[in-house]
């Protein structure tokens, strides 16, 4: 008897096909096969007449939600933080968030240049004018982020488009703050975002759910849906993976938590989670949601006590 079971590494669930024998009167189960991940393991179900496992898509699994939990309950309890610490804490957060969104999407400038762009104002020799660019606005980009998650009123489309002005600022100025007009494919993706005309209704659920009351681990799961959401729509022309990773904070930020960073290093896994929830499977993307909080919640911490 063969038969299909998920199994996890890291953060990464993939898919075996398992043979049961009984032998002297014991079961006896081996993998006779790997077969990658959800899609090439419904394909291989279609071809051989196999039922596929029932998915068990739960974003946040109990314990991670309540570790979560613990950590800011933990934290808003040290609250409020000295200004100094604060302040130490953002100027970190802007300089690292900056590198790694940017680098995600290809910007060459390293950690060590982005701070000196940033926080000294250096033009580094062999890097682009683009490079520059985008790390600037990205710091303006957080700066807003900020005010908008401290103001107290609901997020509208016009924070979104404002945020994406921000991103694209100087560098194209005709794409920045404006819906896309054309259809777009993405680039080694299998995923072909919705119609340009359909992009205003779909904004509204990015909006909705920024605007979620929802708290603790059910505010993670929303950044998660937020983030996704973003990136399958693919409303502008550019500028669209630094604007969910933005909007993703933004949900979280509202709940109380701190900013949270999608590393560079992470950036084959962070891809694959997001054509994971392509298919309605978020719990890839909300692991590396949730390995990034903790990594934050515990920086946070550890200055606050």
């Known amino acids: ?19 049961s024998s009984r032998e002297n009167g014991k079961v006896r189960q081996r993998t006779v096969k790997y077969l990658g991940n ?22 946040l699994d109990s314990s991670t939600a309540f570790m979560l939990e613990s950590k800011l309950v933990k934290l808003n309890k040290l609250r409020p933080l000295p200004s100094q610490t604060v302040k130490s804490l953002k100027e970190k957060f802007e300089v690292e968030m900056t590198y790694n969104s940017n680098a995600i999407e290809g910007n060459k400038l390293t950690l060590k240049e982005t701070f000196l762009v940033l926080e000294k ?14 790390a600037t606005n990205h710091k303006e980009a957080l700066e807003l982020l900020e005010k908008i998650a401290n103001a107290k009123k609901a997020v509208t489309i016009g924070d ?26 993405i680039t080694q993706s299998k995923h072909r975002p919705p119609k ?14 920024l605007n979620s009351k929802r708290r603790g681990a059910a505010a993670v799961e929303s950044a998660v849906k937020i983030h996704h959401l973003v990136a399958w729509i ?34 084959k896994s962070y891809y694959d989670a997001l054509e994971n929830a ?24 550890s200055v606050a006590e």
């Not at 959800?38 to 974003?59: A, D, F, I, Q, T």
């Not at 979104?160 to 054309?182: C, F, N």
Request: proline share 5%.
């Open 160 to 185: 979104v488009l404002d945020l994406h002005a921000v991103i694209l600022d100087k560098i194209s100025p005709q794409d920045a703050g404006i819906y896309r007009r054309y259809q777009v494919l």
């Open 278 to 301: 392509d298919d309605g499977d978020y719990r890839q993307l909300t692991m590396l949601t949730a390995q990034a909080l903790k990594k934050s919640l515990d920086l946070w911490l």
């Open 121 to 134: 104002g250096i033009t580094i020799g062999g890097r682009s004018m683009k490079d520059h660019m985008e």
């Open 196 to 209: 340009w005309q359909d992009v205003p209704q779909l904004i509204k659920q990015v909006i909705e759910e």
């Open 38 to 59: 959800s899609e090439k393991m419904l394909e291989y179900c279609k071809r051989h007449g196999l039922k596929p496992p029932v998915p068990k898509y739960v974003m």
């Open 1 to 19: 008897m063969s038969y299909i079971r998920e199994r996890k590494r890291g953060s990464t669930f993939y898919y075996v096909l398992v043979e």
């Open 234 to 267: 693919h409303p502008f022309g550019d500028g669209n993976g630094r604007l969910a990773r933005l909007l993703m904070n933004l949900r979280l930020m509202r709940a109380g938590f701190p900013p949270v960073i999608v590393e560079k290093k992470v950036r």
